[in-house]
């Protein structure tokens, strides 16, 4: 052990407190579960100091809190992402409907002592009053509750996604089906949907001409990676306005969701599916409130997000709303939704929404904003604090503060008490 406290030292001397953190955390964890009280009071002083050090130097990187993988539509594998695209930084992984990187993501940290706090997240979507949402679902740890309710909906938007291919080739009448036409009313402040009907139909030709093609769109629309096939099948044509694509994604979305609920149950609800995630801990962001400029009009009118937003954020449905986002926010729409996080004391939340790396400069900038990751964490962490502070015997209250670090690897008063607890034991 002498030998690990030495090279941990060197370590955090060398200016590399994520190694130190590696190394020491091995060694606290074996003396704490077989209660070496000697060891534990060498160790956890260092080990505080590289939790903290490798904090700071972390929230001096980049800060991003959307980002996506090849595990669902991002262009960038986890490694490429964390250890090419990003090196340093706070950084939350939420691709859509799925978690598959999350693991991968927290062991190439610490494999490569990489100095990135990585979010465990899920972009979730879902319905309300017929619309598509999306929002992130960010997890205290990777929990068998909140990896059960993960793989649930995932399921159930494989199925929705089958149900709605077999539709679109088999009927001929589904755009006049009411749910359509429903569809196509709700989007009309856009402009009208017929651009879009017109792109299915070329799906509906290719699709049923070749069962390859069938199986491409269907792959492709259960991990969102349709933004290629928009281009490779010629969907999007010169002079196209900026949302049509987006408009064609999204009313599929709406209708999918929506029209088999008889099926797959009410696993598509906002409010329902927000509710399981937080039943598991998790801290909830409302997603994409931007649609909406007077050159960039999407399918919703913004007051009427604008009033489902305050009556979530009134009944605890959401805690945060992405502000900052730019490929879908002109420069003026943040301002908007920042007055409405005041309003509402909703964290705003910032990210480029990453899938290639290029987002910024096709969008613009989005700032690092430093004070948003110390308040998703404060939520994660809270009931575990609560916990530890209820807690009386000194092992016991070791064992509560050291599951607050599983969350917040470096929350301060928890690094504090375990010090402070370890100092105390008898030997």
């Not at 050090?53 to 262009?75: V, Y």
């Not at 694509?245 to 797959?264: D, G, I, K, V």
Request: charged share 25%; hydrophobic share 40%; net charge negative.
């Amino acid at each position: 052990m002498t030998t690990k406290i030495e090279q941990a030292t060197r370590a955090l001397h060398q200016g590399s407190p994520a190694s130190a953190d590696r190394l020491l955390t091995r060694q606290e964890r074996a003396a704490f579960e077989s209660r070496d009280g000697k060891a534990l009071k060498v160790i956890w002083p260092v080990l505080a100091r590289a939790r903290a050090e490798r904090r700071e130097r972390a929230a001096t990187g980049r800060i991003d809190l959307h980002t996506h993988t090849t595990a669902s539509d991002g262009e960038m594998n986890v490694e490429e992402l964390l250890c090419d695209h990003f090196v340093r930084g706070q950084i939350l992984i939420d691709d859509h409907n799925i978690i598959d990187s999350l693991s991968a993501a927290r062991r190439l940290v610490c494999d490569r002592d990489l100095e990135l706090d990585v979010f465990l997240g899920v972009e979730v979507i879902s319905t309300h009053q017929r619309r598509a949402f999306e929002f992130h679902a960010i997890a205290p740890t990777l929990s068998e509750d909140f990896v059960a309710v993960c793989l649930q909906h995932r399921k159930k938007w494989d199925r929705a996604c089958e149900l709605f291919l077999n539709e679109l080739a088999k009927r001929n009448d589904l755009f006049q089906d009411p749910a359509w036409l429903q569809i196509i009313d709700d989007f009309s402040i856009g402009g009208p949907l017929t651009p879009v009907l017109d792109r299915y139909q070329q799906v509906r030709e290719k699709i049923t001409r070749d069962s390859s093609a069938f199986d491409t769109f269907l792959t492709n629309n259960q991990t969102f990676d349709m933004g290629n096939l928009w281009q490779a099948w010629g969907l999007g044509r010169e002079g196209d306005p900026p949302m049509l694509s987006h408009r064609f994604f999204a009313s599929m979305r709406c209708y999918a969701m929506n029209a088999y609920r008889e099926e797959l149950g009410n696993w598509f609800d906002y409010e329902m599916l927000a509710g399981h995630f937080r039943q598991v801990g998790c801290f909830i962001s409302h997603n994409h409130p931007n649609y909406w400029d007077d050159d960039f009009v999407g399918e919703l009118p913004y007051d009427l997000q604008t009033e489902w937003i305050r009556d979530w954020a009134r009944r605890g449905v959401i805690d945060a709303l992405e502000v900052w986002s730019p490929p879908f926010a002109s420069k003026r729409v943040p301002h908007y939704w920042h007055r409405i996080c005041q309003e509402l004391q909703l964290i705003p939340m910032a990210g480029t929404d990453c899938h290639s790396g290029r987002e910024q400069e096709f969008g613009g900038p989005v700032e690092n904003h430093p004070e948003i990751p110390p308040m998703i964490y404060a939520r994660l962490a809270a009931p575990a604090i609560a916990n530890a502070m209820g807690e009386v015997e000194i092992w016991s209250a070791l064992g509560a503060w050291r599951n607050v670090l599983e969350i917040d690897y470096a929350n301060a008063h928890a690094l504090s008490e375990c010090c402070r607890l370890v100092g105390s034991l008898e030997l």
